[in-house]
């Protein structure tokens, strides 16, 4: 994994390389307007409701109150 440093936004998640070291995780980059994103969603959903890896959101070119409305809406996982 290259280096990397993400800040955190507001309350949310916040990382580098060395904090992921060692665990099994799936960095998932989202957008409030990807009809991807809301077609997979529910999937993310069940992973964290079965605790089979632990799931990080990384917010790509969408302002942050919509991502965070829209992740207020469906569940965060």
Known sequence: ?????LA???THF???RRDLRGDVSLVNV???WCAAC???HP??????????????GLNYK???DDAAR???TVGDP
């Open 38 to 40: 809301r077609e997979e």
């Open 43 to 56: 999937l993310l959903m069940r992973m964290k409701e079965q605790g089979l890896a632990p799931v990080h």
């Open 8 to 10: 955190r936004e507001g």
């Open 14 to 16: 916040s990382a580098c």
């Open 70 to 72: 829209w992740l207020d």
């Open 30 to 32: 989202f957008a409030s």
């Open 1 to 5: 994994m290259p280096e990397f440093s």
């Open 62 to 64: 969408d302002k942050p």
